[in-house]
T-cell receptor, first 114, second 114 residues
Framework: DQQVKQNSPSLSVQEGRISILNCDYT??????FLWYKKYPAEGPTFLIS?????DKNEDGRFTVFLNKSAKHLSLHIVPSQPGDSAVYFC?????????????FGRGTQLTVWP | DGGITQSPKYLFRKEGQNVTLSCEQN?????MYWYRQDPGQGLRLIYY???????QKGDIAEGYSVSREKKESFPLTVTSAQKNPTAFYLC?????????????FGEGSRLTVL
């Protein structure tokens, strides 16, 4: 059963506009959330994270918003750039549980066109 | 540079053969993981190890085996019992002291069964 869901397999955005990637989770024990970015034939790289004690975390062009009541988080990229084209994975963990045990969503392919 | 090295990058195997994927890290991380990625499936955990000489099954361990004889190394053997082994395999590691949830990934190994 998928505990972390990314319901949009793909997203296409024009360069300079905002990209919004969404993620839902079902396990109320999750208290730490991460976004990873992955290019083809490479391993994912960590992008940004948020703890459940916050509702927003910002790092440059990337902002993650967390809505605990809705069990929903989103990644905003502003402005989007062609180099942002990649697969984005949402991941979650319960930090009382197995060390580093992350649950991943299926990913969203973001395409940023000029 | 510190990082995770996976080899080989590409591997072809005939049905019925076992194959071992190498994963080495020089990050001095305690925990190591193997994930499998299939198109549209996200990342699924095969095995993980929190400490030398100890490892646990993940969500899809059937048909796989691992060993953790050294802190730096966590090889994965795909056995002939794995019914659908063609996939992209990712090794990762994390700091063992407390769970930030952040994983560091290798560049992956693509296994194709002919």
């Amino acid at each position: 059963d998928q505990q972390v869901k990314q319901n949009s397999p793909s997203l296409s955005v024009q360069e300079g506009r905002i990209s919004i990637l969404n993620c839902d989770y079902t396990n109320s024990m999750f208290d730490y959330f991460l976004w990873y970015k992955k290019y083809p034939a490479e391993g994912p790289t960590f992008l940004i994270s948020i703890s459940s004690i916050k509702d927003k975390n910002e790092d440059g062009r990337f902002t993650v918003f967390l809505n605990k009541s809705a069990k929903h988080l989103s990644l905003h990229i502003v402005p989007s750039q062609p180099g942002d084209s990649a697969v984005y994975f949402c991941a979650a963990s319960a930090r009382g549980s197995t060390l580093g045990r992350l649950y991943f969503g299926r990913g969203t392919q973001l395409t940023v066109w000029p | 540079d510190g990082g995770i090295t996976q080899s080989p990058k590409y591997l072809f195997r005939k049905e019925g053969q076992n194959v071992t994927l190498s994963c080495e890290q020089n990050l001095n991380h305690d925990a190591m993981y193997w994930y499998r990625q299939d198109p549209g499936q996200g990342l699924r955990l095969i095995y993980y190890s929190q400490i030398v000489n100890d490892f646990q099954k993940g969500d899809i361990a059937e048909g796989y085996s691992v060993s953790r004889e050294k802190k730096e190394s966590f090889p994965l053997t795909v056995t002939s019992a794995q019914k659908n082994p063609t996939a992209f395999y990712l090794c990762a590691s994390s700091i063992g002291s407390w769970n930030t949830g952040e994983l560091f990934f290798g560049e992956g190994s693509r296994l194709t069964v002919l």
